[in-house]
């Protein structure tokens, strides 16, 4: 079933509200101005990743105030939607939305008019399903031993069998020793992975540089690396402190290096200053803009791109002459101080290309195939948006943003991938279900979490534990407000109070009590 | 005494946490103090004072008034103090704050409808229903309390509602007029129970007023105990001391209020009174200032003692002393075994384990008592210390008691008796990193001062010999022992958990030892065989070969005796270099010996070095680590044994005449500098005349330290070829650099040909005076030599220049170390925090305490990093070996 519908973000107050006394009215702040059919569904999204609700809409009119309506906001409100109810609906991400053409991802996290599947069911996509000669093995190892192998054992057999052409016998004699030792590598029950992995991240972290910089894959980019990029990462930092894009472009693209460039070109964010000088005169209160022809050219940026990017100062009344080669810029009321802003914020006004990407370059792959655009800042939502793009293999070093734009799982992995490289980098060996444990503690509950108070620390379960970590007294005194219970689960608490913690043998509750002879 | 308990111990299962209530605090108090005293004159305790007896004691001889008990048998008892006024608690300010802001201040409300009441308590109970902990209900509450306080008129009682203001730290106003603790604790009071869930409150633990103290807690002396010096002056804890100002100003507070004084001064005492309160609990309240001793130095009060690394909490709670502990310096001792630890005699008659005496063992137990604490004898023998009788007392052994304990000794009692060789004890040393920087070692008792170990046995706890110490600890319960001798002893740690290989393995001279073994295969007399095996436990020496009627052995033969029999193996050496066969390889007919072969436990080909037997790296000591323990474990005292024979009967040395070179060789060094260093000028005059041209997104001056840089490293670097050009594999630090066991050949190139530019910041050196580096060039000048390019070799010695900026360029080095430990060391203890309660459970799920599900299959195929094959879960090349066996292997060649 193909609809039109609606999608805008709200508070979760509001959804509430919306819930408790529906039917109801709604005011929102945008207009609808393309005929709808009704009754329609539209969607709530509350983070502008995921949509969560889904509210029946019968009727859609101009706003006016009346009385017993739910408002999204204060001020500017435009339409008064009828919402007949509101549904829960397992979470769709907003990146799953289809859009029309000429609107980027971005701008349909707010609100946009899109074509959408309507999803029954939660369709868990395997990696890739097994096929015909690796289901067979898979059945033949459940059957003879009552045992599922991992998907990547499985893969190596069938492939080793192809490799080397193995009969039947063989194969089973094989599998019967990769089952054999599949169940001896097995990991203990109660064995205390978590401290393990925490310990073999963290023991190498002595042998890390400390050197911020380094060059990776592009000479003229500098990238963080080492401990500071490892610590970085458990944060779960906004905002990486180099954010990088490798952007790959699909087929027909990524061969013509001009090509590229063009988008590389579109990419790259050209501010006023990097492309003209500006001149500030007292005499007369004015600004010059005094464009470099040269500059001008390698960004593709012309005159009128500068006057219409000026249009855009709404806050200023701004007396715009062009006289030939340079822009003259007059303030109505000038004074020194509206001056000095005014040729602050016009540095900075950006002229073309995506915000935060301040540096795109242009540069062959390391298979030396194709053309890769690296990029200095990162934007992927609005890179993805890019016609050019090859979505599937661009990638950022924002783990945060790859979270919002493409989910927590995506999230889980880039955090994964990144930490290996990290430590792959600095020529240390650390096995990948360590950082897969990390990752998965990081982001098991639906969003990025930081290794440390603000983050998962600072929500454990006991009182103890969080005490003995950091800000020892605010825990306690809530702690007794609260009227916590402690239930001593965890392995700090028991330390606490001196008794054997709950991992490995201390786990075990089962106790043999010997017959009396 | 305590008496251990055997069999089922109890467990605490949970620990409720609550307010107190100014009832509670009276009913749980012993004394109520009213003098602001301590001790009179005789120093004894005044009653109703701060050190009432009734609190607990802290000096011996007397009793608690109490529970009657005497000095360590009395836990201490509360007592309290009557508050003449109210104050706020520090701790709860802000939350009485948002309880003023929330409610009405007429009726006590919360102030919302009683739909919206009943909407939010649904969700609370909704989110509860969903396993949300109290922490995580506490935002929605915050949410609730911001709707409440934006209210302006209560929808209870309609009365408006003025606004609140927090003057910190402990001041509130309403609307520019100061509400009193009083007033304000009337109006929690007023908060119905029912209204308190919302809050965040759980009405059967706390009531908001209880956050307005009326009755203040003493706590028992034996928390603030005090501190009698030499000179006998006596020395009261800091909580003590703000106990007594408080105390005195509750006094003079109570009499004005009493006797009717003015209200201004009642305000000023009632305000120090706060100020008081509020520093006994929390001495760096922001704000005001901290609370002083007479000396000047800041009080440590209930806050500042639960608080930071030195705190309770961090100090004492999660990291404990204990006894039967011992530290010394460490030193190496190869014959040891790498499960063993050498220990003292000393620590050994210090440290003891308790045995029960049972009716098999009980003459055994006689003999050792009767020896006493300090058997005398020319080899050491074992004695006991004390002896514990069943009913809990301890009984010190000394020479003259000895006999007539022995005499006395029954089944029941407990003696406590020296190490002895076989017992099992914890080794560590700091940091603790990782779980291999603590491991169980069999004890054996060894003359001098220091601990022992097999030097295969440095890595996992990173220790050298160059002044080390370590810690040692004796454990004292049969199940610590069982699980000590099965989970921590050292052969069960030969394998990381951190990459899945061994960390436990051959080092330095070990590695030598088996290159000079093993590479080209030289030949050993019959005598020299035997020297070289002589301190190895081996079955019959391998059959001889003949040449001219000589009888001789040769070397891969004698490493064979220690590998295990149908051991398989193919692999390439560390010294394997593809350029030898154009990267072709030709196996067993490696020109350079560098393809090693294993064909049932015997060594065909190949060097043993690094990438055989390292720590780390070793494939071979991966393969025999896989095994089982106990095979690993004799293959590294084998081996360290056999390395031992070798090295020390071939002599091995390295000195700086290693890295002597041809004069010839030395010229081509110089020609190579000098054109690089040409070069870079060439370059800077370019730059100059501005024809250089920029590289995309950098600037010119970027673009020319990049190109130097460049040039400057390949000019290190072609130095450093010419340099191993001249030294071949008969040079001893050459040896050791290419087998892996030390150094490496840039360090070597860097002795005998030039050391290279040096950096900081990944930059060339550009700082210290204006435009140079020193004051020996001119001005702006950026040749190689005036920005920290050393030419010369540490052979042949550094100019003082030179000199200069390989210190800049150390002292960088310094800083790193010193400020990485600090940051990672954070790190990590972040880390550990974060995943220390995740366990796999039976059925391979990672769980954490409150059950939650981390990962439905650890690592997503259950295997156990450790068991895996250098993260692989199964190794195909191995199985097919194992299958296969000989016929792979040869196919595998193609």
């Not at chain 1, 063989?170 to 089952?179: G, M, S, Y």
């Not at chain 2, 005293?37 to 007896?53: H, Q, R, V």
Request: aromatic share 6%; glycine share 8%.
């Amino acid at each position: 079933m193909a609809e039109l519908s609606i999608i805008w973000k709200d508070k979760i107050e509001n959804v509430d509200r919306l819930r408790m006394n529906a039917p109801v009215y709604y005011a929102v702040d945008f207009e609808i101005k393309r005929e709808l059919e009704l009754p329609l569904y539209g969607y709530i999204t509350l983070k502008g990743s995921e949509v969560n609700y889904r509210v029946k809409i019968s009727e859609i009119k101009g706003y006016e105030a009346q009385p017993g309506i739910i408002k999204k906001t204060t001020k500017k409100l435009k339409t008064l939607l009828r919402i007949e109810e509101v549904q829960d609906i397992a979470a769709i991400p907003l990146s799953e939305f289809k859009k029309e053409e000429g609107t980027s991802l971005r701008r349909v996290t707010k609100f946009s008019y899109g074509v959408l599947e309507e999803r029954k069911e939660i369709k868990i996509k395997k990696y890739r399903e097994l096929t015909d000669e690796e289901s067979e093995v898979d059945e033949y190892v459940k059957e003879k031993y009552g045992l599922s192998l991992p998907f990547s054992i499985i893969e190596k057999i069938v492939k080793t069998k192809n490799e080397l052409g193995l009969k039947k016998k063989d194969l089973e004699k094989i599998i019967a020793k990769v089952v054999e030792k599949y169940r001896k590598r097995l990991v203990d029950p109660y064995e205390a992975v978590g401290i393990v992995a925490a310990q073999s991240i963290g023991e190498p972290g002595t042998q890390m540089t400390l050197r911020t910089f380094h060059y990776a894959g592009v000479a003229e980019m500098n990238v963080t690396l080492g401990l500071p990029r490892l610590i970085e990462i458990v944060d779960a930092r906004s905002q990486p402190s180099t954010p990088t894009m490798s952007i790959y472009l699909k087929e027909g693209v990524r061969e013509d290096e001009e090509k590229v460039k063009e988008v590389a070109k579109k990419i790259e964010s050209t501010t006023i200053i990097d492309v003209a000088d500006i001149i500030t005169s007292v005499a007369d209160m004015s600004l010059t803009i005094v464009p470099d022809a040269k500059k001008m050219e390698g960004r593709g940026v012309k005159i009128e791109d500068i006057v219409e990017a000026l249009s855009k100062l709404k806050a200023y009344k701004l007396n715009v002459e062009v006289e030939e080669d340079r822009i003259k810029i007059k303030l109505p009321e000038a004074s020194y101080k509206k001056l000095y802003l005014l040729g602050e914020s016009i540095k900075t006004l950006t002229l073309r290309g995506i915000k935060g990407i301040s540096r795109a370059i242009v540069r062959k792959s390391q298979d030396g195939n194709e053309w890769v655009i690296y990029t200095q800042g990162s934007n992927l939502a609005e890179v993805l948006g890019i016609e050019e793009v090859d979505g599937k293999r661009t990638r950022t070093n924002n783990i945060i943003e790859i979270a919002n734009v493409l989910g927590i799982e995506a999230a889980r992995n880039a955090i994964i991938e990144e930490a290996i490289n990290t430590l792959e980098q600095q020529g240390l060996n650390v096995d990948i279900r360590h950082i897969m444990l990390v990752a998965d503690t990081m982001t098991y509950n639906g969003t990025v979490e930081a290794i440390g108070r603000h983050g998962i620390a600072g929500e454990k379960e006991s009182v103890l534990a969080r005490a003995a970590f950091e800000i020892t007294s605010k825990h306690l005194l809530t702690a007794g407000v609260l009227g916590e219970v402690d239930h001593l689960r965890g392995v700090a608490e028991n330390i606490i109070v001196g008794q054997p913690v709950t991992l490995g043998t201390g786990a075990v509750t089962l106790v043999y009590r010997p017959k009396k002879r | 005494m305590m008496r251990r308990a055997f069999g089922l111990t109890k467990r605490i299962n949970s620990i409720q946490f609550a307010l107190l209530s100014p009832d509670e605090i009276r009913r749980m108090s012993t004394v109520k103090v009213i003098t602001a005293d301590t001790y009179d004159d005789d120093g004894f305790p005044i009653e109703k004072g701060l050190m009432d007896l009734h609190m607990g004691v802290i000096e011996p001889g007397l009793r608690c008034k109490t529970c009657g008990g005497k000095v360590d048998e009395c836990p201490g008892h509360f007592g309290h103090i009557e508050l003449a006024m109210p104050v706020i608690h520090v701790g709860f300010v802000k939350n009485i704050k948002n309880y003023l802001d929330a409610t009405c201040r007429e009726c006590g409300r919360i102030k919302l409808k009683d739909d919206e009441i009943e909407i939010y308590k649904q969700k609370l109970e909704e989110a509860k229903k969903m396993g949300a902990s109290p922490i995580q209900l506490l935002l929605i509450n915050k949410k609730i309390i911001d709707e409440a306080a934006s209210r302006p008129i209560c929808p209870h009682c309609g009365a408006e509602q003025k606004k609140i203001t927090l003057d910190k730290p402990t001041t509130f106003r309403e609307e520019g007029r100061k509400l009193t603790p009083k007033e304000i604790r009337e109006r929690l009071e007023k908060i119905p129970d029912e209204d308190l869930p919302l809050l965040g409150i759980n009405p059967e633990t706390a009531r908001p007023e209880w956050m307005v103290l009326t009755v203040l807690p003493v706590p028992p002396v034996n928390v603030r105990p005090t501190i009698t010096l030499e000179t006998g002056e006596r020395s009261e804890d800091d909580l003590t001391h703000k106990l007594v100002d408080i105390i005195r100003i509750n006094q003079r507070l109570r009499e004005n209020r009493d006797s009717g004084a003015p209200q201004l001064i009642i305000e000023d005492l009632w305000e120090l009174l706060q100020y008081h309160v509020t520093t006994y609990f929390d001495n760096q309240t922001s704000g005001i200032p901290p609370a002083r001793h007479r000396s000047g130095r800041p009080l440590k009060t209930l806050v500042q003692r639960l608080k930071g690394k030195e705190g309770r909490f961090r100090s004492n709670l999660s990291g404990k002393r204990v006894n039967f502990s011992s530290r010394t310096v460490i030193s190496p001792e190869p014959f040891l075994s790498i499960n063993e630890v050498g220990v003292p005699e000393a620590a050994a008659r210090e440290l003891t384990v308790p045995i029960a005496v049972t009716e098999h063992n009980i003459e055994k137990m006689r003999e050792l008592v009767r020896r006493g604490p300090n058997p005398k004898g020319d080899k050491y023998i074992p004695g006991a210390n004390y002896v514990i009788r069943s009913d809990g007392r301890r009984i010190k052994i000394t020479e003259r008691n000895a006999e007539d304990v022995a005499k006395k000794l029954e089944v029941g009692w407990i003696v406590e008796r020296h190490l002895v060789n076989g017992d099992i004890v914890l080794f560590n040393r700091q940091p603790s990193l990782h779980r291999m920087s603590m491991m169980g070692h069999l004890v054996r008792v060894l003359p001098e001062r220091t601990f022992r170990f097999n030097l295969a046995v440095c890595p996992p706890y990173n220790a050298d010999f160059d002044g080390d110490e370590m810690n040692l600890h004796v454990l004292q319960s049969e199940e610590a022992r069982a699980e000590a001798k099965i989970l921590m002893l050292v052969q069960e740690h030969i394998l990381s958990p951190r990459f899945g290989g061994p960390i436990i393995g051959g080092l330095h001279d070990h590695i030598t030892a088996m290159f000079l073994l093993t590479h080209k295969n030289p030949k050993f007399t019959r005598e020299e065989a035997l020297h070289i095996l002589s301190y190895l436990d081996y079955d019959k020496l391998p059959e001889p070969h003949y040449e001219n009627g000589k009888e001789f052995y040769y070397g891969k033969d004698l490493f064979s005796l220690i590998l295990p029999k149908g051991l398989n193996l193919e692999f390439k050496s560390k010294i394997c270099d593809p350029a030898v066969c154009n990267h072709k390889c030709m196996y067993e007919k490696c020109p350079i010996d560098a393809y090693v072969v294993i064909r049932d436990g015997k060594l065909i080909a190949g060097t043993i070095d690094e990438n055989a037997i390292g720590s780390m790296k070793g494939k071979l000591l991966d393969r025999i680590a896989k095994m089982g323990s106990d095979a690993a474990r004799k293959f590294i005292d084998d081996l360290t044994r056999l390395a031992i024979g070798v090295i020390s009967y071939r002599g091995f040395t390295a000195g700086i005449d290693d890295e002597d070179i041809p004069e010839e060789a030395l010229r081509q060094i110089h020609e190579v500098i000098k054109e690089s260093v040409k070069k870079a000028d060439e370059l800077i005059e370019l730059y100059k005349e501005g024809m250089l041209q920029p590289a995309p997104g950098r600037s010119i001056e970027e673009t020319l330290e990049m190109e130097i840089m460049r040039v400057l490293a390949h000019a290190r670097d072609e130095a450093g070829k010419i340099a191993s050009r001249y030294l071949g594999l008969e040079n001893s630090s050459v040896i050791m650099a290419r087998s892996g066991a030390r150094a490496s050949m840039l360090n070597l190139s860097q002795m005998a040909g030039s050391i290279g530019q040096q950096s900081v910041r990944g930059q060339r050196l550009h700082r210290g005076y204006q435009d140079r580096t020193l004051p020996h060039f001119k001005r702006g000048d950026l040749g190689a030599k005036a920005r920290g390019f050393v030419e010369s070799s540490y052979k042949r010695g550094l100019t003082p220049t030179e000199y200069f900026f390989h210190s800049m360029g150390g002292r960088e080095g310094l800083v790193d170390t010193a400020v990485r430990t600090s940051r990672s060391g954070y790190m990590q203890r972040r880390l550990i925090n974060a995943l220390e309660d995740l366990k796999v459970d039976e059925d391979r799920k990672v769980i954490d305490t409150a059950g939650n599900v981390v990962q439905f299959l650890y690592g997503e195929d259950g295997v156990d990093p450790t068991r895996s094959s250098g993260g692989e879960n199964i190794d195909m090349d191995e199985i097919l070996t194992e299958v296969f066996g000989e016929k792979y292997l040869e196919r595998r060649r193609g």
